[in-house]
């Protein structure tokens, strides 16, 4: 059966119809102060060789490496408990964990030789802090990530305490691709030079929560909060959901005033939470990548139970964490240009600015990609070239990211999480710790400079950052 985009369309004016008589106006609940709780969540995680069915119900034997019996390990708590985890390498290769998109100390960052001593085979780590904002987070190595996040090596982080009206199920929906023989459940690589330097290396066997299209249960008629995570180093989909109006009502675990969800393109590492109105007794709803030319069913959502009498569909805003609001006039702006390292012509902006490029890089063959013409390619980890711009702390700041090539490029931030300035996907001013730059693209993010250390910037597209485009940035 193919879906196109306009049934897809249509199928979201319905959603709107369906929403009956205009709701009253909600305002989103006061932003939250952060209280420590006193509890503490414990996990011991153990990275290692596991052999893991993939797809999980029936598919081949997979070396995989994971950090957890359980191969896509899920960790809640709740907003102000602190969150201590003990890894422990049994890899025979360097390890560290770092917390996507949570603002932790920066110590506990976990990028080799910028926050810590990559933890060796046999060794082991303890990472602790509390977790200050709710959201949905994820965890993954950040040495030789290629590898490691390809072979399987990853987890997500949920802090909860975040809703005003609690849905009547919360379900996390994990994407990404695996780079194996669907026959066999050999790896079949996870980079070359010519994919790196373009779009990157995909994955035959494309996954949610690690089955293919795989059927859950929701309440039907109930409300459902679904939390979707890209953690894929490659894929960039464009999510849409047929069968159910949705709205996004968090933007890399940040909440946001809702929004009707038409489609929204989430690039690796960055996260949408829905929050939906269940089909009716045994009937679904299909969450699809309409990215390609045929689109992709990716997960259905089949109703069970007695349908449940809901008035109508009125996503609720979230309680948002407080955050230190960035005063923009006030601000300093530093500008990023992430280019490829072969290309050399000169950009023109919008505004009529040119921007040259014409002095020549120095290339190797494991550089592709440079930022503001400096490369930083992974393999040269232990050399830390020079910080790309340093912070003041307690300051506003302003980055202008310009992406002066023909590919797309999900620039994430560590230890900060920033507003775009510049509205994306319908969601103006939305909270992130992950922004997509299209082709030849260019925005604007500010934040407060309020988590001192050394802190990375890169793309998320794993090969992009691992030949060059990545640096790191002090707040100090
Ligand atoms: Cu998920 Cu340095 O990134
Ligand atoms: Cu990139």
New binding site residues.
Partial sequence: MHIGRRSFLLGAGAALAWAGAPAPARTAPAAAALVETGRIVERHLVAAERPVRVPRDGGPTVQTWTFDDDPLPVIRLQRGDRLRVRVENRLAQLLSI?W??IRVPNAMDG?PYLTQDPVPPGGSFAYDFVPPDTGTF?F?T?CNTIEQLGRGLVGVVIVEGDEAEPHDADLVCVLRDWRIDPATGAFTGFTSQAAAARAGTFGAVRTANDRVEPVMEVPAGGNVRLRILNVDPTRIAELGLEGAPAAVIAVDGNGLPPVLLESWRLGP?MRIDLSLRAPGPGEEAVLYDYFSAEPVPLLRLRGAGAARARGPFQPQPLIASDFAVPEIEKAETFRLTFQATAVASDLVLPDGQVLRFADSLCLSSATHWAINRKTWPEAGHQQLPPALFQLEKGRSYVIELVNASQFQHPI?L?GVTFQVLDPRQGAPGQRAD?VLLGPRDRTRIAFVADNPGDW?L?C?IIEH?ETGM?GWFRVA
């Fill in positions: 770092h996507h998109g990028v994820f993954h950040h590492a994430h560590h992950t990375m890169h998320h950052q990545m």
